[in-house]
């Protein structure tokens, strides 16, 4: 809870500095050009006959806040009921204008039958939809329904396998349940499994009609990505064989959805990767022009081999990410923030060297690192926060969870032109005088986020030894308000 604090202090921060003009930021709405795949419940649980008027006119105006074009936003329609008929292919020219789709939404909702299916929904979603996806752009999945699958008909493995390979395809699932049926324990906890965090509830289409705007900014990636400048971004992705391989596949679903968000491009973000479990695998450096587009990084990925190998050496990563990434030879360029995203499940081998020996390289360097756990949090939580700090480690229960935390870590990336504090350094050993210390860094890799976003002090000092005497011995007089004086922050000392 307190990262989400910070982060929303954080937030707070860059919506005061977002009119600073940002030099090399990505022109227009870019980040808002999307493979948008509508998937709607035409159900006579949606009542009346009188409410489809109601429903085709909110159904455009949502398309209409996204900009269709043959280069902004594809859009493919679905609508279903017991079975699920695609009215038009993502890639489909005939409906690369605003008006081509609104008409099509016009001409075939007319009739409401039953029962509901989601099974077969997002089969014909995964099979046949996503199948005309564009690599340059992020995909998303809408599912409007009113979530009564039929419980008997259902094939609930079946569904539960195409949310898998719909992840696993780095398309996001975002689930609107409409009406007060979906919001019945039985059917949420269905739509949960779909949609994870990413369902959303209005009583019917006039509330959906009033809330577009904001399910508007749920689809599209957060604002503080449009308003990033370009960045140095490293992604060290775990590939041990404790992921195992169904999992492998949502990480790499996972990694294909932040690829997809950020604004890749030879003026804009430039990324490498590297792999790891026993030895660190580097993919390609920030300075290899081939990786310079959305597209060539999220084909890459989709084309990452699959052998998992062990144990962690996370260590040794870091390494690699230091020497051969955040180096001038790597590409690192000066005036680009530099981040480092860490997505591993494991602790590393109990052989690796030290992170208070790596780190502060990195951060010497601007690095700023994120830190995702996988798993069982409490195994690793204290590796990861000294990697990251504690803000900045962000955890999923399992793999099909990871994509409940997009919106956060893609935010925490896209933040990253304010300051921000390193983790506090040990505690200094007793001085003399009966006082240790700590410190922490503030760390800016541009001129441009000089100190914003430090917030608190950067040394702690606090009595020891003879100095504790002497503090319980003061605090028998002590004035008002003196007490602070042993653990408050001192400017620092160089
Ligand atoms: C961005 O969106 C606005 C409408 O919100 C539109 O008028 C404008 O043309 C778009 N800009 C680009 C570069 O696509
Ligand atoms: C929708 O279709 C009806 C006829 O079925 C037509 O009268 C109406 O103008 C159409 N509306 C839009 C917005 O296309
Ligand atoms: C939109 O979101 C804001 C803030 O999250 C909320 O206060 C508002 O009620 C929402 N509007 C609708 C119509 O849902
Ligand atoms: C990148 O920026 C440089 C200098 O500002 C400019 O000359 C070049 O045309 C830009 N390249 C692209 C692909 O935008
Ligand atoms: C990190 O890289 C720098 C050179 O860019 C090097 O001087 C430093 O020793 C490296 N740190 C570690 C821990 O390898």
Not at 474 to 494: A, I, Q, V, Y
Request: one cysteine or more; proline letters at 5%; a neutral charge.
């Amino acid at each position: 809870m307190t990262t989400l604090r910070i982060l929303a202090c954080v937030l707070g921060i860059l919506s005061i500095t977002a009119a600073v003009p940002i030099s090399g930021a990505p022109g227009g709405n870019s980040s808002c050009k999307l493979d948008l795949v509508f998937v709607v419940d035409v159900t006579e649980s949606i009542r009346e006959e009188k409410n489809i008027p109601k429903v085709i006119e909110v159904l455009q105006l949502f398309v209409q806040q996204f900009h269709v074009s043959a280069d902004g936003t594809h859009v493919s329609f679905a609508t279903f009921a017991d079975e699920s008929t695609v009215h038009n292919s993502l890639n489909d020219p005939n409906y690369y204008t605003e008006d081509a789709v609104l008409a099509l939404i016009n001409s075939t909702i007319n009739k409401l039958t039953r029962p509901t299916r989601l099974d077969n929904a997002l089969k014909k979603a995964d099979e046949v939809q996503l199948n005309g996806v564009r690599k340059s752009v992020s995909t998303v999945v809408v599912l409007i329904t009113d979530g009564r699958s039929h419980p008997r008909d259902t094939n609930f493995d079946a569904l539960r396998d195409h949310v898998y390979r719909i992840k696993s395809r780095g398309a996001r699932l975002i689930v609107i349940g409409i009406g007060p049926a979906a919001q019945r324990e039985r059917y949420r906890r269905v739509l949960k499994e779909i949609g994870g965090k990413d369902v959303y509830y209005f009583d019917g289409y006039d509330e959906l009609g009033l809330g577009i705007s904001n399910s508007t900014e749920i689809i599209c990636p957060p604002s503080t990505c449009k308003d990033s400048p370009g960045m140095d971004v490293a992604f060290l992705v775990d590939r041990t064989k404790s992921i195992g391989d169904v999992n492998y596949q949502l990480l790499k679903g996972f990694l294909l959805q932040l690829a997809g968000a950020l604004t890749i491009g030879h003026n804009a973000t430039h990324t490498g990767i590297i792999l790891f479990a026993k030895y660190p695998s580097l993919k390609n450096t920030f300075s290899d022009p081939n990786f310079h587009s959305n597209a060539a990084v999220r084909h890459q990925i989709d084309g990452f081999d699959d052998t998992l190998g062990r144990p962690t050496f996370t260590d040794r990563a870091l390494i690699e990410a230091n020497l051969s990434l955040f180096t001038e030879e790597g590409g690192d360029r000066t005036g680009f923030p530099n981040v480092l995203i860490l997505l591993t499940d494991g602790q590393t081998n109990t052989a690796s060297k030290p992170f208070s020996e790596i780190i502060p390289s990195l951060e010497a360097k601007g690095v700023r690192i994120i830190a995702v756990g996988v798993g069982d949090y409490e195994k690793f939580q204290d590796q990861l926060e000294e990697i990251a700090g504690p803000d900045r480690v962000f955890n999923a229960f399992n793999f099909q969870e990871l994509s409940d935390l997009f919106h956060v870590i893609l935010n925490e990336i896209c933040s990253t032109k304010a300051g921000w504090y390193s983790a506090w350094r040990p505690w200094s050993p007793c001085s003399d005088a009966g006082i240790k210390t700590r410190t922490r860094t503030c760390i800016y890799s541009t001129p441009h986020g000089k100190g914003i976003g430090c917030v608190g002090p950067r040394m702690e000092t606090k009595p020891c030894g003879v100095g504790a005497k002497r503090a319980r011995g003061l605090s028998e007089f002590r004035l008002p308000g003196k007490e602070k004086d042993w653990n408050f922050g001192h400017p620092s000392t160089d």
